[in-house]
């Protein structure tokens, strides 16, 4: 039972990492509508970049929550070979050396 348990916090937490990202985009468009930048080319790229970098967090922060789960689940014993794995199959590039119980 824990680790359907432990399972469904990462799922949540997992969907409100996603959820997060949105309402932070739509603040910094927001943000940079109100400074005037709209349309100015380099700011344009800067807020696509920072937006890029954002997403980019945040698809780690899921990869680190789902290897905890792992290690707390006792897949793993250490946190470093459960990121490599979480980030191996996030990213479906999957592991096939590694075999879960």
């Known amino acids: 039972m824990i680790p359907l348990i432990v399972g469904t916090v990462t799922t949540l ?3 409100l990492v996603h959820s997060l990202i949105p309402a932070t ?3 910094g468009v927001r943000h940079h509508l109100a400074r005037g930048r709209a349309g100015n080319w380099f700011w344009d790229v800067v807020l696509v970049m920072v937006f ?3 997403a980019l967090a ?3 922060i899921e990869i680190a929550f ?6 707390l689940c006792g897949e793993f014993s250490n946190f470093p070979a459960a990121f ?3 980030g191996n199959t996030y990213t479906t590039l999957g ?3 590694t075999v879960l119980s």
């Open 13 to 15: 937490l997992t969907v």
């Open 25 to 27: 985009i739509v603040m």
């Open 52 to 54: 890029t970098l954002v």
């Open 58 to 60: 945040a698809h780690l």
């Open 66 to 71: 789902w290897a905890l789960s792992l290690v």
């Open 84 to 86: 490599y794995y979480s």
């Open 95 to 97: 592991d096939s050396a």
